[in-house]
């Protein structure tokens, strides 16, 4: 188990996270999030929009590749949104999404 000794260093882990450019997308997804949830309806009070209601909040674009809430988002299970193509076998058969594959 880390940091059993001494306290967790929250301001280093950040500053990391701003070198990889991790904190960016992280605020970008929250902001995702904020406008759904702006947009929706929210029936029982919450604060989350009934549509996004156990889903995930995923980008047209996907922000590893360059993509933003400009280019549109779209309410989607979580199994859609973090998972890439496997065969029966339950193996990933690809990497790469069916309508990246039909551009090469």
């Known amino acids: 188990m880390p940091y059993v000794n001494k306290p967790r260093p929250y301001k280093k ?9 991790e904190a960016d997308e992280r605020k970008e997804r929250e902001r995702a999030r904020a406008l759904i949830d702006k947009k929706g309806r929210d029936a029982n009070g919450n604060g ?12 047209v674009k996907a922000l590893s590749k360059g993509g933003a809430n400009k280019d549109g988002l779209r309410v989607e ?9 496997r065969g029966s076998n339950h193996k990933v058969v690809s990497e790469t999404s069916t309508k990246e594959r039909k551009k090469k």
């Open 13 to 21: 882990e950040y500053q990391q996270q701003v070198t990889r450019g």
């Open 77 to 85: 299970s979580a199994s859609a949104n973090r998972s890439y193509r």
């Open 48 to 59: 989350k929009a009934d549509a996004r209601e156990g889903k995930d909040v995923s980008h």
